[in-house]
């Protein structure tokens, strides 16, 4: 059984630039979830899918990204106009649906803006 | 706002020691409860998870949960150095299904 798996682990950009991340989740796992973490934070909710349907979505999360699930599976997450407090580390997780799901994390995706 | 707090300390304790981290929630209706370890440059992953008043138990970890004061707890007994990490507190939000995190504590275990 493999594990969240996120692509690119690491992505330096220069001010302006766009970004995307990919997710894959867990194969049963129909939740899939977006965070955003910054070094001595703990990771902050971007936005959450139950199969293809974008069900919630931060309000910190601004108009310059995107994230789209289009066939339930994989999830890309898109920063346009990129910007120098965008750099962090992109956290994908998902679960199964029910009361007693826990979301189970990818390794990341590091972005430096430059 | 929803709110998690946790000491972000460090907390430094004695290999062989209990290390003990703490955490509150402002939401009265949570219902879920759970515990990630993260190591520095890693992701967290999940240790434990908590549903009911009371203590849970995984081997070396004591989870603990108190509805009434918005309190939760994880006891890390026989403490190693390989547990020196950042340990996150978060829970579910009752009314949607993202999860909310707290800052984490950082604990140091010293050998």
């Known amino acids: 059984d493999t594990g969240v798996s996120q692509d690119p682990r690491h992505k330096i950009t220069k001010r302006g630039q766009n970004v995307t991340f990919r997710c894959d989740p867990i194969s049963e796992h129909n939740r899939l979830y977006w965070y955003r973490q910054t070094l001595g934070q703990g990771p902050e909710f971007l936005t959450y899918?139950?199969?293809?349907?974008?069900?919630?979505k931060s309000r910190l999360l601004s108009d310059r990204f995107s994230a789209e699930r289009p066939k339930g599976s994989f999830s890309t997450l898109e920063i346009q106009r990129t910007e120098q407090g965008d750099s962090a580390m992109y956290l994908c997780?998902?679960?199964?649906?029910?009361?007693?799901?826990?979301?189970?994390f990818g390794e990341g995706s590091w972005l430096t803006v430059v | 706002q929803k709110e998690v707090e946790q000491n972000s300390g460090p907390l430094s304790v004695p290999e062989g020691a209990i290390a003990s981290l703490n955490c509150t929630y402002s939401d009265r209706g949570s219902q879920s409860f759970f515990w990630y370890r993260q190591y520095s440059g890693k992701s967290p992953e999940l240790i434990m998870f908590?549903?009911?008043?009371g203590d849970k138990e995984d081997g070396r970890f004591t989870a603990q949960l108190n509805k009434a004061s918005q309190y939760v707890s994880l006891l890390i007994r026989d403490s190693q150095p390989s547990d020196s990490a950042t340990y996150l507190c978060a829970v579910r939000d009752p009314y949607g299904q993202n999860f909310v995190f707290g800052p984490g504590t950082r604990l140091s275990v010293l050998p």
């Open positions: 899918f139950q199969n293809e349907a974008q069900l919630e």
């Open positions: 908590i549903y009911s008043n």
């Open positions: 997780a998902s679960s199964t649906q029910g009361p007693g799901n826990t979301i189970y």
